[in-house]
T-cell receptor
Framework: GQQLNQSPQSMFIQEGEDVSMNCTSS?????WLWYKQDPGEGPVLLIA?????ELTSNGRLTAQFGITRKDSFLNISASIPSDVGIYFC???????????FGEGTQLTVNP | NAGVTQTPKFRILKIGQSMTLQCAQD?????MYWYRQDPGMGLKLIYY???????DKGEVPNGYNVSRSTTEDFPLRLELAAPSQTSVYFC?????????????FGAGTRLSVL
């Protein structure tokens, strides 16, 4: 089946720093989604990307759909303590309605 | 708006017991999904459904069963609980694929099998 490699697995940063994480795959995806999971909660959608090369922002978050359709990145600028959580990428392949999820990036922000 | 509602939030089972995890959505979504999330891991798809009366296996279906008698409800059944089924279970729903592919998640059911 399709697999997504998400990196890094975890990040420990100081408040105010910028963060970058990415997902790569050997397969082509039609859609890339980025979710955030707060402790004890379900994932919540942050950004959705539907076209190769698309660059989309949501406040301090920016995500891009790679030109090759095999990768995506998420940047967080000027991190704040409430950015703490697990960030997941997810891709929708060409063959159906099932999302493939990355393993997640655990973000810790020190005040 | 309720969105996706999962019950119970927490449950402890003994080995061999059975239980049903409930999931309901009020967004008239056709597609519904069940995932499990093990500690420090991503989401693994257990079962999914593209509409009432239709269900399909995901990556890790063994030990689980589902049914989809209505658009709103998608219960997940564990018949003989095993310690390996200790996990957090998430239900999700999405509109039909040709409109958008975004999945909306419930808050999860935390299950321990002892």
């Amino acid at each position: 089946g399709q697999q997504l490699n998400q990196s890094p697995q975890s990040m420990f940063i100081q408040e105010g720093e910028d963060v970058s994480m990415n997902c790569t795959s050997s397969s082509i995806f039609n859609t890339w989604l980025w979710y955030k999971q707060d402790p004890g909660e379900g994932p919540v959608l942050l950004i959705a990307l539907y076209k190769a090369g698309e660059l989309t922002s949501n406040g301090r978050l920016t995500a891009q759909f790679g030109i090759t359709r095999k990768d995506s990145f998420l940047n967080i600028s000027a991190s704040i303590p409430s950015d703490v959580g697990i960030y997941f990428c997810a891709g929708l392949g060409t063959s159906g309605s099932r999302l493939t999820f990355g393993e997640g990036t655990q973000l810790t922000v020190n005040p | 708006n309720a969105g996706v509602t999962q019950t119970p939030k927490f449950r402890i089972l003994k080995i061999g017991q059975s239980m049903t995890l409930q999931c309901a959505q009020d967004m008239n979504h056709n597609y519904m999904y069940w995932y499990r999330q093990d500690p420090g891991m991503g989401l693994k798809l257990i079962y999914y459904s593209v509409g009432a009366g239709i269900t399909d296996k995901g990556e890790v279906p063994n030990g689980y069963n589902v049914s989809r008698s209505t658009t709103e409800d998608f219960p997940l059944r564990l018949e003989l609980a095993a310690p390996s089924q200790t996990s957090v279970y998430f239900c999700a729903s999405s509109p039909p694929r040709d409109i958008q592919n975004i999945q909306y998640f419930g808050a999860g059911t935390r299950l321990s099998v002892l």
